[in-house]
C-alpha cells in the first residue's frame, strides 16, 4: 500500500506561484509513475502532470509551460510547482501513485487563485 499527503494548497492571486507536495509512505523508486490530477467543481477529474520511474513527465495541454513536476527521492516527495496561475487553475489538487497492479489517491488540497 501507499499512502499519499498532500500539502501547500492555498489562495493565491492570478499570475502567482504556488507549490504543492505530495509525501509518500514509502520508496517512489519503487513506483511506476507519480502524477497530479485536479478537479473543479463541477467538473471531472483531470490529468494536470505525471512523472514516470525513468523521468519521463507529460503535462496537460493548459499547464504546459507553467507548471513543473519534480521529485525529491530521498524524501520520498513530489512536487508541483505552479507558475503565472489563472483563475481556472481553481481545483482541487490530487496525488496520484501508479505502482501497476493498483492506484492510489491523496485526499486533495485545494488551490485558489483569485484576486
Known amino acids: 500500500q501507499v499512502q499519499l499527503v498532500e500539502s501547500g494548497g492555498g489562495l493565491v492571486q492570478p499570475g502567482g506561484s504556488l507549490r504543492v507536495s505530495c509525501a509518500a509512505s514509502?520508496?517512489?523508486?519503487?513506483?511506476?509513475?507519480m502524477g497530479w490530477y485536479r478537479q473543479a467543481p463541477g467538473k471531472q477529474r483531470e490529468l494536470v502532470a505525471t512523472?514516470?520511474?525513468?523521468?519521463?513527465?507529460n503535462y496537460a495541454e493548459s499547464v504546459k509551460g507553467r507548471f513543473t513536476i519534480s521529485r525529491d527521492n530521498a524524501k520520498n516527495t513530489v512536487f508541483l510547482q505552479m507558475n503565472s496561475l489563472k483563475p481556472e487553475d481553481t481545483a482541487v489538487y490530487y496525488c496520484?501513485?501508479?505502482?501497476?497492479?493498483?492506484?492510489?489517491w491523496g485526499q486533495g488540497t485545494q488551490v485558489t487563485v483569485s484576486s
Open positions: 496520484n501513485a501508479d505502482t501497476g497492479p493498483r492506484v492510489y
Open positions: 512523472l514516470t520511474i525513468g523521468g519521463r513527465t
Open positions: 514509502r520508496s517512489i523508486l519503487a513506483i511506476n509513475a
